[in-house]
């Protein structure tokens, strides 16, 4: 068993306020399936398994916070998280236009990051950097 002190990490989520119903949820889903992916490797769990021995997976160690924000405050969290170099993903209004990966990427691949019109945004990093980052920010109702 480790001794270590355990790092005060948060995983948040922000989502443009005005987005609808679909859309915060599909940017969630893909946000964060992005952050589990390629990630720091404490941002995952270990496998969950129930009393018959079944593994299910692993999921994140840390709760996932979810925010939204007024466009403004969102493309600012995005370009001083950029400048940070904070583990960063984003989601442009782009994507909504298309209808598959290769599409996406492609999109994607043409925006530079002052250019995005953000939807959501997803950071992990130090606890208090993110709530300084997302000041301005609510949690999601």
Same mark, same amino acid.
């Given at each position: ?27 969630? #889903?893909? @946000?964060?399936?992005?952050?589990? %992916?390629?990630?720091? =490797?404490?941002?995952?769990?270990? &496998?969950?398994? /129930? *009393? ?27 370009? #001083?998280? @950029?400048?940070?170099?904070?583990? %960063?993903?984003?989601? =442009?209004?782009?994507?909504?236009? &298309?209808?598959? /990966? *290769? ?29 300084? @980052? ?8």
């Amino acid at each position: 068993m480790s001794t270590a002190e355990p790092v005060q990490s948060r995983l948040a989520i922000v989502l443009r306020q005005e987005l609808l119903t679909w859309q915060r949820l599909n940017v969630t #889903a893909f @946000l964060s399936s992005s952050i589990a %992916v390629n990630t720091e =490797p404490s941002a995952m769990g270990e &496998t969950y398994v /129930d *009393a018959s021995g079944r593994g299910y997976g692993e999921m994140f160690a840390q709760p996932v916070m979810v925010f939204e924000a007024s466009a403004e405050v969102l493309k600012g969290a995005y370009l #001083a998280a @950029l400048e940070e170099k904070m583990i %960063v993903r984003v989601f =442009p209004d782009v994507l909504f236009t &298309t209808g598959n /990966d *290769a599409d996406n990427r492609a999109a994607f691949a043409k925006l530079a990051p002052a250019q995005m019109s953000v939807a959501g945004l997803a950071l992990l990093g130090g606890r208090n950097r993110i709530s300084k @980052l997302l000041s301005g920010a609510r949690k999601h109702p």
